[in-house]
């Protein structure tokens, strides 16, 4: 009986046989493989480039003078809208587009995220699955601090999630104080639709 060949001694195995056989052995089934008989692997090779909403922003920036431009998202997990990907995608993009615009317009740039949440912890959650912000505010409700400046107070509007509100305000540091002035809203986009077409406009700011 002639020994078994494992798969570990292919190459003893074709030895043997002898190289014109082995020869013939491929050829054969090269052969059968274009005839369609036997089944011929197929590969592809894909190579995945990264796009510019791919990107994450990274508060990284640090301003004591000067003007500044802050983008304030409002959102909730409990909201379908706030959880739709595309608008997900929308605000991660529109962080980096305004934070680039700040910068070559050599200003500071700030993202805050609001999450109109009870919890604190379930509103910090879902405000990173929207990216990095440079500062949050979550839970309470409807009586988030967020919530009261941006819907209820100062900054008031519709109380609609989610929503961007885009702002310049003027920070300074002066005898040992911190003060923002000069705030002033440049545009507030309300509802999914809104925020997304803006962002795929690529996030105008009126002059």
Wanted: with cysteine; hydrophobic share 45%; charged share 25%.
């Amino acid at each position: 009986m002639p020994p078994r060949i494992s798969s570990f001694d292919s190459r003893f195995h074709l030895r043997r046989v002898g190289t014109p056989a082995a020869i013939g052995i491929l050829l054969a089934g090269f052969l059968l493989g274009l005839s369609g008989l036997l089944p011929t692997p197929e590969f592809s090779v894909r190579w995945r480039t990264r796009s510019a909403g791919e990107l994450e922003y990274q508060p990284a920036r640090r301003i004591d003078e000067g003007d500044e431009l802050v983008l304030t998202a409002i959102v909730s997990s409990n909201c379908y809208w706030s959880n739709l990907p595309e608008v997900k995608r929308a605000i991660r993009e529109a962080k980096l587009l305004l934070s680039r615009r700040a910068e070559e317009e050599g200003i500071g740039f700030a993202a805050v995220g609001v999450a109109r949440d009870l919890s604190a912890e379930a509103g910090i959650a879902h405000l990173r699955k929207h990216g990095l912000f440079d500062e949050v505010r979550a839970g309470r409700g409807w009586y988030n601090s967020g919530v009261m400046e941006f819907i209820y107070g100062d900054f008031a509007g519709p109380a609609i999630t989610p929503q961007l509100v885009i702002m310049t305000q003027r920070v300074s540091f002066q005898a040992g104080e911190r003060r923002m002035a000069e705030r002033i809203v440049l545009t507030r986009k309300l509802g999914s639709d809104a925020i997304v077409n803006w962002v795929d406009a690529g996030a105008p700011l009126p002059e």
